[in-house]
Each structure stands twice: as structure tokens, then as C-alpha cells.
């Protein structure tokens, strides 16, 4: 499910420096509200153990609440504060930022609705210039409120989709999210990035960063199928619960030659990241 993380673009803070300020994680929390997501507490923090570890140490004498900071001090967790539940997990991802190279800049204005960058001013014939994951803004091309269409006054970020490499002549194609919606009824972005406009990359070349995440629950979709139930064995049951969207399968057999009951249990599932717009990294 962490997986998920390289399709969210909206991201905060500077791979490579752990986040310990409450600042971080309340532009993080800016990002989702210029995108209009739900104020419902349905929003959570999934973060690393040093990124945990840092702000907890910096903000347990700042909350009034005295069941939160009695969690914080007995637990070294953060609980719920500004506006979200807060989860440590072992398994949040790291990437690891391109090794870039050049001055990249738009080679050519992308069409309505396209996915794809045309760039150039890279350093010539590299097998990798971006990594899947990095997050880039172009010049002049700012984010729009879903809702009103204005400005936020924010660059507008993109995420690549696949690792890129660079021609003979220094050129390159980049797939990004979310597509080039400058105008109609899914406007996310101001104007139509302009031929030689720069493009920055989020982070310094090769500097290794964990994806920290802020989500509201719809951000994100656990599907799972409920798998057949065989004859002939000894039992076999299914579970599945609609909350969370788990079915999970069990079946036990009699194994004659050496009398045992091998019992086994499976589950088919997916995830998918409907509304990226409704997450945001925070990079450390």
C-alpha cells in the first residue's frame, strides 16, 4: 500500500533532511486544502520512525491536550493533532531523486490533456536523468483551487511516472501526473507550460528521501475479490469485511498419508489512488 506514495505529486519538505518542525506537516495539511479536500477527520499522517522520532521530540511541551501528551511521553507517538491522526510505519518508502544533469527546460508546449513533457537542455545521452517518483514544477505554471479555478499561488507539481533518460541531442520525454489540464472541467493548473520554460527538480541529484504520506481516506482504494470456495475438502470458509474491503479465503484439507489438516488462506487484492489530489509527501 506504501507503493501508492509514487503516484501522490503534491509533496512538502526537502529529501534528504528528516522533518522535525510542526511547520512541515501543516504546509502539507496547506497542500490539501488548496486542493479542496474534506476538513473531516479523515486525514492521516503515515510517517518514518526518525521523522516520528523528531517531531515528537520537538512538540510534546507544545499541545494542551493532557491525553495526547501523556500518549506522547509514554508512548512516543504523536496521537491526533493539527487536524489529523498521526502513524508511525516501518515500511513508509524512500526514493531516491534522478541524477538530473543540464538545464532542462520545456521543449515544445504540451497539448490539452496530454501526459507527456517534451523537454530538453539535458547533459547529452545519459542512461537516467529522472527517477520515477521525482517531483518536478515548471516555470510560470501555478496550481488552480478545483472549485473557484484561481490561482493558489502555488507552482504547480508533477510527478514522474517512469524512470527517463536523456538523447544524443540532450532531449527527453517525461510522463507525468497528473496531465496538462489547463483549461475545462478538470482545470488543475493555470496555463499551458511554455516552450523554453525551466524546469526545476524537488530535491538534490541522488539524495535518498522517505516518502512520508498525508491522506485523507479517499485518496486511496483497497479492492479485494472474494476467491472460490472449493468442494471436497474438509472445510473452507470466506471472510470479508465491506469497511475495509479485505475478503480473505480459508481452506483446510485432510492429508491422508500423513494425517494432518494443511490449512491455508488467500487473499486477491489490489490498490489504486483514485484522488492523488487528496494526498501529499512529505519528503525527508
Known amino acids: 500500500g506504501m507503493l501508492q506514495a509514487y503516484n501522490i505529486y503534491q509533496a512538502v519538505g526537502v529529501p534528504g533532511t528528516t522533518p522535525s518542525t510542526l511547520a512541515t506537516f501543516l504546509s502539507a495539511q496547506a497542500k490539501l486544502d488548496f486542493a479542496a479536500a474534506p476538513r473531516d477527520s479523515m486525514r492521516s499522517f503515515v510517517i518514518d520512525p526518525l521523522a516520528q522520532a523528531g517531531i515528537v521530540n520537538n512538540l510534546t ?9 501523556s500518549d506522547q511521553y509514554k508512548d512516543g507517538s504523536m496521537g491526533k493533532a493539527i487536524g489529523a491522526k498521526w502513524s508511525m510505519d516501518q515500511n513508509v518508502v524512500s526514493m531516491q531523486v534522478g541524477p538530473q544533469g543540464g538545464s532542462p527546460q520545456v521543449a515544445s508546449a504540451p497539448a490539452l490533456g496530454s501526459s507527456v513533457l517534451a523537454t530538453s537542455g539535458w547533459t547529452a545521452a545519459a542512461a537516467l536523468r529522472l527517477r520515477q517518483g521525482d517531483i518536478i514544477t515548471i516555470a510560470g505554471v501555478y496550481a488552480v483551487n478545483p472549485q473557484s479555478r484561481q490561482t493558489t499561488g502555488q507552482l504547480a507539481q508533477f ?5 527517463v533518460s536523456s538523447d ?23 496555463s499551458q507550460p511554455a516552450a523554453s520554460a525551466a524546469i526545476t527538480v524537488l530535491g538534490a541529484a ?19 475479490a472474494d476467491l472460490q470456495l472449493p468442494k471436497g475438502v474438509d472445510m473452507a470458509s470466506r471472510v470479508a469485511d465491506k469497511k475495509v474491503g479485505l475478503s480473505i479465503r480459508m481452506v483446510r484439507a485432510y492429508d491422508i498419508v500423513n494425517d494432518m489438516f494443511p490449512c491455508r488462506l488467500d487473499a486477491l487484492y489490489g490498490w489504486s489512488t483514485p484522488y492523488p489530489q487528496l494526498a501529499c509527501r512529505i519528503q525527508g
Not at 168 to 189: H, M, W, Y
Open 206 to 224: 541522488n539524495t535518498v528521501s522517505p516518502m512520508n504520506l498525508l491522506f485523507h481516506r479517499d485518496a486511496f482504494i483497497l479492492g479485494s
Open 159 to 163: 510527478v514522474v511516472l517512469s524512470n
Open 61 to 69: 511541551t507544545l499541545f494542551n491536550p493532557t491525553k495526547e501528551i
Open 168 to 190: 544524443g541531442a540532450g532531449l527527453a520525454s517525461i510522463p507525468v501526473s497528473p496531465a496538462f489540464n489547463f483549461s475545462g472541467q478538470f482545470q488543475d493548473i493555470d
